[in-house]
């Protein structure tokens, strides 16, 4: 089953739903970051929250970033996405790799930890962006997203994310959906709901028995008049640019430019994201060197 995202309402507009079987891109990720098997489970989670949140935001410029660490052996997750369904992440510790938890499954609750916070940065072309932070509260990555919610934007949601790892730690099955109830929503429709979810097995059940995103919503919401609104394709994807690296580097300041010039040095930096190397040679420091004077 190729990626596919889908916006859907049910119960009349009640309940708001985002979902998506993100396989593809999520084996995209772990791949570029050669991560093991918690890990992978870690990122994995955390990019399919990215794709589902990204596609939230309102408007083409924005972007969403959301940060994890809780002090575990994953030593942070970061994932950035947009509206248009793409997102970017990394991985502190991608060789992190923990015994399975007390349910048989991959530990990303023990690997992210729980001494910490779960950051979610909103940027939506304002002089500041939004910053909505709460404690971790179990490192599921699912859990904690739907307590943001609730408490950071006042909006009572379920949060499912899966990634299903195969013995050759390619990606067997990723996905995810957020439901929201909005505002003066029909109490009986969100207890209905709650129970279905109760129900249900994880997401990657459905996914491997080659259920499409659209049938497993079905199952979900059966009877309660669900309505598919539009579909996007998620995708990993990086947007670093040589320009954008030499920015950064600029940014470390004449005085240091200076030295590593001046030692006949050259500098190799790497995007966090996609692993992608840029070299500088020592003449294109002396540039960047003479660009940053002249920027004075
Ligand atoms: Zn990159």
């Known amino acids: 089953m190729s990626d596919k995202l889908v916006r859907a309402i049910a119960s009349n507009g009640d309940i708001r739903i985002i979902a998506a079987i993100t396989t593809e891109l999520v084996n995209e990720g772990v791949k570029i970051h050669e991560c093991a098997p918690t890990a992978a489970a870690a990122l994995g989670r955390m990019l399919t929250a990215g794709t589902l949140m990204g596609a939230m935001l309102k408007s083409e410029k924005d972007s969403l970033t959301i940060q994890m660490s809780g002090g575990?052996?994953?030593?942070?997750?970061?994932?950035?996405a947009y509206p248009d369904a793409s997102v970017k992440g990394y991985i502190g510790n991608p060789k992190v790799d923990l015994?399975?938890?007390?349910?048989?499954?991959?530990?990303?609750?023990?690997?992210?930890?729980?001494n910490g916070k779960v950051t979610v940065i909103k940027d939506m072309g304002l002089r500041e962006p939004y910053v909505g932070q709460i404690p971790i509260y179990s490192g599921e990555v699912g859990d904690d997203l739907a307590y943001y919610f609730t408490v950071s934007e006042q909006t009572p949601s379920a949060v499912g994310l899966g990634v299903l790892v195969d013995t050759d730690l390619s990606i067997k099955a990723a996905g995810g959906?957020?439901?929201?109830?909005?505002?003066?929503?029909?109490?009986?429709?969100?207890?209905?709901?709650?129970?279905?979810?109760?129900?249900?097995?994880?997401?990657?059940?459905?996914?491997?028995?080659?259920?499409s995103i659209e049938e497993i919503l079905q199952f979900i919401f059966e009877d309660m008049d669900l309505?598919?609104?539009?579909?996007?394709?998620?995708?990993?994807?990086?947007?670093?640019?040589?320009?954008?690296?030499?920015r950064i580097f600029m940014s470390i300041g004449e005085k240091d430019l200076t030295e590593i010039y001046n030692e006949n040095k050259t500098e190799e930096l790497k995007c966090h994201f996609c692993n992608t190397r840029y070299e500088f040679t020592n003449e294109q420091i002396g540039e960047i060197l003479k660009k940053s004077e002249s920027d004075d």
């Not at 575990?72 to 994932?79: I, L």
């Not at 309505?227 to 030499?246: A, F, G, H, S, W």
């Open 177 to 211: 959906f957020i439901i929201q109830m909005m505002p003066g929503a029909n109490e009986l429709a969100a207890d209905l709901v709650t129970y279905r979810l109760q129900d249900m097995k994880s997401v990657t059940d459905y996914i491997v028995q080659g259920m």
């Open 99 to 114: 015994p399975a938890n007390s349910k048989g499954k991959l530990d990303v609750g023990g690997a992210i930890g729980i």
């Open 227 to 246: 309505k598919i609104l539009d579909n996007m394709t998620p995708k990993y994807q990086c947007d670093c640019t040589r320009d954008k690296v030499e």
């Open 72 to 80: 575990g052996e994953a030593k942070g997750v970061v994932v950035t």
